[in-house]
């Protein structure tokens, strides 16, 4: 199957500044990509939707000013978590959709990002 | 809206156990099914996916059936083994929409 990356795959950061997570899609273009959050023995809760070229699609009660998402390219999405807090703290994975299987698009995963604000 | 329920939540099984993972949802419309697994700390693992034309699919020990009229999939896990302890999601597409989860159910396999 495709390949998703995404880094880094751990990071602690102090409360108040910002991080950056990314995500790759290593051997297709994905068009649409799309991140999820994951609070301790939860399920994935997704967070938005990021689409190459246009603004991302959020989640009700996601706060866009907060998770600054960027598609600028067909390989790459970005996730910014601004001014963080304790609260953000959380497993953040991505996914991409592979065009190529049609209206069977599968989502392929990235292995998350792991991220500890002190 | 998609609502993905998984029973049970937890299953602690004796090594060497058939055990059956439930997965229900709501809307019937999906184009296929994905069973994940996921170990802890770590991303998912794509276990096998059912396509909405499909009634199972099988991989190895593993065997998902999928029937799409009455919401519901279930996930055949034949012979346990340790290894097996991990939690599982099952997760719907209907379209050009993201992936709806489940809340998965923690499998515990005891040696």
């Known amino acids: 199957g495709a390949v998703v990356s995404q880094h880094p795959s751990w990071v602690i950061c102090k409360s108040g500044t910002s991080v950056k997570i990314e995500c790759r899609s290593l051997d297709f273009q994905a068009t649409t990509m799309f991140w999820y959050r994951q609070f301790p023995k939860q399920s994935l809760m997704l967070m938005a939707t990021s689409n190459e070229g246009s603004k991302a699609t959020y989640e009700q009660g996601v706060e866009k000013d907060k998770f600054l998402i960027n598609h600028a390219s067909l390989t790459l999405s970005t996730l910014t978590v601004t001014s963080a807090h304790p609260e953000d703290s959380s497993f953040y994975i991505c996914?991409?959709?592979?065009?190529?299987?049609?209206?069977?698009?599968?989502?392929?995963f990235g292995p998350g990002t792991r991220l500890t604000v002190l | 809206k998609q609502e993905v329920t998984q029973i049970p939540a937890a299953l602690s099984v004796p090594e060497g156990e058939n055990l059956v993972l439930n997965c229900s949802f709501t809307d019937s419309a999906i184009y296929n099914l994905q069973w994940f697994r996921q170990d802890p700390g770590k991303g998912l693992t794509s276990l096998l996916l059912?396509?909405?034309?499909?009634r199972e699919q099988t991989s190895g020990r593993l065997n998902a059936s999928l029937d799409k009229s009455s919401g519901r999939s279930t996930l055949y896990i034949a012979a346990s083994q340790p290894g097996d302890s991990a939690t599982y999601l099952c997760?719907?597409?209907?379209?050009?929409?993201?992936?709806?989860f489940g809340k998965g159910t923690r499998l515990s396999v005891i040696a």
């Open positions: 997760a719907v597409n209907s379209g050009n929409t993201p992936l709806v």
């Open positions: 059912i396509q909405s034309s499909q």
């Open positions: 996914s991409a959709r592979d065009p190529r299987g049609g209206l069977y698009n599968e989502q392929f």
